[in-house]
């Protein structure tokens, strides 16, 4: 019976942990179609060459670019130790 409430209290953690990172996801997303509608082609086309080849001399733009990415990781953590 013990282990039927660990269960069921874990269930309700992980559900609210589904729930932050789901509405993170939308924040991230909201912020990307915004991003992706403020620069131009010539910029996007060149992200997605940095990507491909990370040893391109423009790479001071995409450490810019992507400032939400690191935040993202110690948010979970934090999140599931909750």
């Known amino acids: 019976i013990h282990l039927m409430y660990a269960v069921r209290e874990e269930v309700e953690v992980l559900k609210e942990q589904i729930k932050e990172l789901v509405e993170r996801n939308s924040l991230l997303e909201r912020e990307n179609a915004l991003l992706k509608s403020l620069s131009n082609n010539?910029?996007?086309?060149?992200?997605?060459?940095?990507?491909?080849?990370?040893?391109?001399?423009?790479?001071?733009?995409?450490?810019?670019?992507?400032?939400?990415?690191?935040?993202?990781?110690?948010?979970?953590p934090n999140v599931s130790s909750a």
């Open 42 to 76: 010539d910029q996007l086309s060149q992200l997605s060459t940095q990507q491909a080849n990370p040893s391109s001399t423009s790479q001071q733009q995409t450490v810019i670019a992507q400032p939400p990415q690191p935040t993202q990781p110690p948010q979970q």
